[in-house]
């Protein structure tokens, strides 16, 4: 085994000991690596796939083995995690196994429209309803960010709606932004507007979160810091009259 192949096995190993562990960060860092890696790396995590019997799995750790090393071969070489996928379920994996292979699977990058917004990669899937230029709008909100602030972002991936339990989320170690893209409105309609705003106000919540280089789970004083990156950004921008008259209003609230 060649340096190369050694540095491979040390994260696959570190990335399988995170997922059995439910460590998040330790299974985090160790994908980075290993993605970083690329292709070169399919045929270690293709062995440890195959050095399990998926007929009788219990336990979440194992689910939790299973999906994590498929996913990552995924995100390396679709059409080889659809060669796994057919030689699992072909030697008669669980219907659990089964269906977490098919759900990993349903995500495919000819999915997505791809581009570049300030260095960074954005992926836009196709699924969207909207009547909106999504490129424009990333370019224009993501203009008056510093670009200290989106240093090391990987990438933002837009998404519909349903395909979201909230308005966004953000992935450290990975440094990738989800955002949920919900605006079927014509451009000019009040609604759109409104839609607009809560999309712009989300994603710069997920930047501030990586400003602030936040941990993994919900934390009052995380949320605290990435909603205040948010209120420096809406304020700061032109034509935000809905924000400025909201805080207005909090604000006279607060101190009755």
């Known amino acids: 085994m060649n340096v190369a192949e050694q540095d491979i096995s040390r994260s696959l190993k570190t990335l399988i000991r995170g997922l059995t562990q439910d460590d998040v960060t330790e299974m985090y860092k160790a994908y980075k690596a290993l993605f970083a890696v690329g292709r070169a790396a399919v045929p270690q995590i293709r062995e ?20 994590g090393l498929v996913t990552l071969i995924h995100d390396l070489d679709e059409s080889e995690s ?5 030689e699992l379920v072909r030697n008669g994996c669980s219907p659990v ?4 292979l098919e759900s990993i ?17 954005i992926f836009e899937h196709k699924r969207l309803v909207t009547r909106q230029n999504v490129k424009r709008r990333l370019e224009q909100w993501l203009r008056p960010v510093p670009g200290e602030d989106l240093d090391q972002i990987e990438r933002i991936y837009v998404l519909p709606k349903q395909d979201l339990d909230a308005l966004g989320s953000y992935a450290p170690v990975l440094f990738c932004i989800n955002l949920a893209w919900d605006n079927p ?38 949320e605290a ?23 207005l209003l909090k604000r006279a609230i607060g101190s009755a």
């Open 105 to 121: 699977g349903s995500f495919q990058l000819q999915d997505f429209i791809r581009y570049d917004v300030r260095g960074f990669k």
């Open 185 to 222: 409105s014509p451009r000019w309609s009040p609604m759109s507007w409104l839609n607009n705003f809560i999309i712009e106000t989300t994603l710069y919540h997920e930047i501030g979160h990586h400003v602030h280089r936040h941990t993994f789970g919900q934390d009052p004083e995380q």
């Open 225 to 247: 810091d990435a909603e205040n990156y948010a209120d420096r950004m809406m304020a700061n921008s032109s034509g935000h009259f809905l924000f400025r008259l909201a805080r």
């Open 48 to 67: 440890a796939i195959f050095k399990t019997e998926w007929a009788n799995i219990n336990y979440p750790n194992e689910i939790r083995y299973l999906a």
């Open 82 to 86: 659809e060669k796994i996928r057919i």
């Open 97 to 100: 196994v089964a269906h977490v």
